[in-house]
């Protein structure tokens, strides 16, 4: 994105959430730290580009997208917990449960939570205001995808996974490992690319195209973060570790081998091309999704070609032989 | 409340959160078990009765009183964890995080709260989908309560109060104790009078008559529950403990003595009478609230009574001297 528009997204991210001498000090420092540290703001960059896309207005957009943004992050000050993840860092700082305590971290998230919320709802009324049943649809779509069918189903699986990848389970490492990700990952994803379609009044098809690029944009974002995970090499010894190998956490790649990773991985981007595509054909609009896309690939193809480097010269690391 | 109208109620609480058979089974085995243990439900009693009063569409009322029981019973699941008041029991069982984890009660907590905003959203459309302003009102109402300027502060200053009753303040123990009273006990009273009288159309008088009962009752029973911390009495020992001071809890009672809290209680109470026979006299459907009440209070009078009888016979507890 062009570094004007993220730095008026980054500046949006923190005036969104006005914050009042009255807060208490330490929820307010805790809130100004987070506030004052977003991620990359891809959502809001794709929210505002669907509008136009959609002739949706543009004060929506950012409603919308630092929306989703915040819930966002609320989701990582929860993951990072000591309870969930216990990480300590993120977004090259401390976490904010280091800094401001676990009490701290859990009032900050959840008061950007309501300001979520409240956000979602000021876009979506003033997209739909005179069309109650696309307001319901929206809100609807929001309530799935954040709650019990989506995230939290997801971080739920996450949490229990050494207990849903053994013992009595039928499904297969591979399945439990993607439903994880379709609830982690792909729901924001979704959010961000569906909901702006469905504001703004997208046909059934075009809004299945969206609900299919989201899913493929999200299982090949987890499949990349997963394969960085395995392949990650440590600066002082040299050798290859995995986190998740260690903390017996969820990883594609381990659980269907770096070989059917990559091949998956090449698999989704296509079937996520070829989708997108299509939706172009239908609203030529939309076509920014594809530069978007080419960008956002650089890395996973260089991913690819790394792993098969790595496979094909048999460079493989020892402690994934048994899992690849 | 009728034995009835609870039974419905209570079969709301547990209906209105709908699970799928998808849904993780810690989380849904948290949920089921937070869904099956109601609270008094006298938040969503007297929004079924307000809404009635302010001839307001009762389907609507359910959604909007079971929200507002969900975003409490959120709070204690939240309030309960050990980063907060590490509290073992609730509602007379093992808390939450004891039961299914630290994590589990804090994603059961995100879903009740993810399902209560849903559930907020469709009573406010269902109410005021002709007024954008009405439904504009409500919902920035909401925000704020729940928020950094109501709930979310209280706890925040509650968990900081050892600081903020020491050191350099200039404020006094009384005001930041009735302070954190108004952001994590009145924010809640305030939004189930308030909201049905912003959705019904109660005019500005009739909405601050609404928020000064909301301040006095919820004053009030902060302090009827901190009186009924300081008087007491262990079983074992026979003699008066208070919780609140072995854990340094902001306590209205021990900061202005028992003699002084019995006083502001009646004093509370009389103000919130006379704020509500206004009421009624404007708007005589709301006479309901008269008969709440006093039920509601039979318990604080018993106490004005107990603790009266304790200060006059001087069998105060020695450990309560130095600070009433």
């Known amino acids: 994105m062009n570094h004007e528009h993220h730095q008026q997204l980054s500046n949006s991210f923190s005036t969104y959430f006005p914050l009042s001498p009255q807060t208490e000090p ?6 100004e730290s987070v506030l004052s540290n977003p991620g990359s703001l891809i959502r809001p960059q794709i929210v505002a580009n669907l509008f136009t896309a959609f002739d949706l ?5 950012t409603e919308l ?4 943004e915040y819930f966002h992050t609320a989701s990582l000050l929860f ?11 993120r977004r090259g700082a401390s976490s904010t449960h280091v800094e401001f305590g676990e009490a701290g971290a859990i009032l900050a998230a959840l008061a950007l939570i309501n300001r979520a919320y409240a956000l979602v709802w000021k876009s979506v009324a003033g997209c739909s205001a005179s069309d109650s049943s696309r307001q319901a649809d929206a809100l609807n779509y929001i309530e799935r995808y954040l709650g019990v069918g ?17 013992g009595g389970e039928r499904r297969s ?40 690029i989201a899913v493929c944009w999200g299982l090949t974002y987890q499949i990349v973060d997963d394969l960085k995970d395995v392949l990650h090499t440590s600066e ?8 998740d190998i260690s903390l017996g956490r969820p990883n594609i790649a381990l659980a269907i081998g770096i070989t059917e990773a990559v091949r998956r991985l090449g698999r989704l981007i296509a079937i996520g091309d070829r989708m997108l595509q299509r939706l172009v054909d239908l609203r030529p609009t939309v076509a920014f999704l594809q530069e978007l896309r080419v960008q956002l690939d650089a890395e996973a193809n260089e991913l690819i070609h790394s792993a098969y480097h790595q496979t094909v010269t048999s460079s493989r690391p020892t402690s994934l032989q048994g899992v690849a």
């Open 26 to 31: 330490h929820l307010r420092a805790a809130l």
């Open 173 to 212: 490492d591979h399945a439990v490992t993607e439903e994880i990700a379709m609830g982690k990952t792909v729901s924001l994803i979704r959010l961000t690319l569906v909901l702006p379609g469905i504001l703004g009044g997208a046909l059934p098809n075009e809004l299945q195209l969206l609900e299919r």
């Open 150 to 166: 989506g995230l939290l189903n997801g971080q739920s699986m996450d949490l229990n996974y050494a207990e849903h990848n053994l």
């Open 79 to 89: 993951d990072d917990l000591p309870c969930m993840d216990d990480a300590t860092e």
């Open 65 to 68: 997208g630092i929306a989703l």
């Open 57 to 61: 207005p543009s004060a929506h957009a």
């Open 236 to 243: 002082e010894s040299g050798k290859t570790h995995s986190r």
